[in-house]
């Protein structure tokens, strides 16, 4: 049985044998009648319908209508979970516990977000445990993609009536290794469109007095340097647009923003807010929490105006992302937040995306 989703996607478009299992498309719905529906293909967002301020609903996440569009996006990584890895390991390498590891290199000189068949491209094992709630689980192979150790990880996606995307992640190794997990989340909240609108009129505010300088393949160069006097300073609100193309080395280097923000912290690892956008036109505003050390900003500056769901497109800087994560390159950064997880331990992070308008 096919429900009618305010979305407009169908289920059956989701529904294909991929890597030998079932993807699906699951919606989670709330009891203000907004929804989020995930497919299991890569955990892949593709919608977020939420009211504006006339209490008109419109889909606030970019993706596809159909799993084989899923599979074959210009934007692989496009609104999916990330990992083992998310963001970039300098060339490549790193070494942990004396011994180096060597993993695909798939952006410029360097790995990207777990490479190229990281998690966004698998089909997670899903179970939609209420209307709310929808449980994944991906097995990470020992060596898959040249990381050490079988990893096991559980994300859960649930839907509060406070209009709260809560995403949660649990892992454990039989052996030490690295985990660094995200959602890649591509916003819009004027609502996807044909064009979608540019992000650069939304007011950002980040919670952050410091933040990850870039070398110009985009790998941190190993200061954390303050925000203070320069584009990156969002501790009191600015719209995206206004310094996104300054004279600054900082913002050519990532070509606008796509860096990694160092979240204001009392203790380590408590959840806390990260960040919050409005959006003018619409009233609406998306609210940032994590219990990670950083979140990864970026706008989208790659986008060239590909097709995404339902006739919709998606020009360059058409979304904002807020990566929560630990910050790129940690490995071969010892006095970074360490991203090590052993056996025995349980890897966890908790981030919630809170809509609502203004």
């Known amino acids: 049985m096919n429900i009618k989703n305010i979305s407009g996607l169908k289920r059956e478009d989701f529904q294909a044998t991929v890597q030998g299992k ?3 498309l699951f919606v989670l719905r709330n009891s203000n009648g907004c929804e989020v529906a995930i497919t299991n293909y890569g955990g892949a967002l593709v919608a977020i319908m939420v009211p504006d301020r006339n209490g ?3 889909n606030v996440v970019q993706g596809h209508d159909n799993i084989q569009d899923v599979m074959s996006s210009p934007e692989p990584f496009l609104s999916t979970l990330i990992g083992r890895y998310g963001n970039r390991i300098c060339k490549g390498k790193f070494t942990l516990e004396g011994k180096e590891y060597s993993l695909a290199i798939n952006n410029g000189p360097n790995s990207l977000h777990g490479g190229p ?3 966004h491209a698998r089909v997670w094992d899903a179970c939609q445990t209420d209307e709310q709630t929808l449980v994944l689980n991906y097995t990470f192979a020992d060596g898959e993609e040249g990381f050490p150790g079988k990893l096991e990880m559980q994300v859960t996606y649930s839907f509060t009536n406070d209009n709260e995307l809560v995403i949660e992640y649990q892992g454990t190794t039989d052996k030490t290794t690295v985990v660094n997990m995200t959602n890649h989340g591509f916003f ?3 609502g996807i469109a ?3 609108p540019t992000i650069e009129d939304l007011q950002c505010q980040i919670n952050a007095d410091f933040y990850v300088p870039i070398d110009d393949t985009s790998i941190p160069t190993g200061e954390i340097r303050s925000v203070k006097g320069t584009p990156f300073d969002f501790t009191t609100p600015h719209e995206v647009g ?6 600054d080395e900082q913002t050519k280097n990532g070509a606008g923003y796509d860096h990694c923000f160092v979240l204001n912290k009392k203790e380590p690892g408590e959840l806390s807010f990260a960040a919050k956008i409005y959006e003018p036109g619409t009233g609406r505003t998306m609210e940032v929490y994590t219990t990670e050390p950083g979140v990864q900003v970026y706008t ?3 986008a060239d105006g590909y ?3 339902l006739g919709a497109t998606f020009p360059r800087r058409s979304a904002i992302c807020f990566e929560a994560q630990h910050f790129p390159d940690s490995p071969n950064r010892p006095y970074f937040p360490s991203a090590v997880l052993k056996p025995g331990e349980t890897y966890t992070q908790k981030t919630i995306y809170k809509f609502g308008v203004e």
Do not use: F, H, V
């Open 117 to 119: 068949t990281g998690c």
């Open 194 to 196: 044909d064009p979608t």
């Open 307 to 309: 097709k995404g769901q």
């Open 242 to 247: 206004e310094r996104i193309d300054a004279d």
């Open 22 to 24: 079932q993807t699906d």
């Open 300 to 302: 989208d500056n790659w």
């Open 56 to 58: 008109k609903m419109a």
């Open 188 to 190: 819009s909240l004027a």
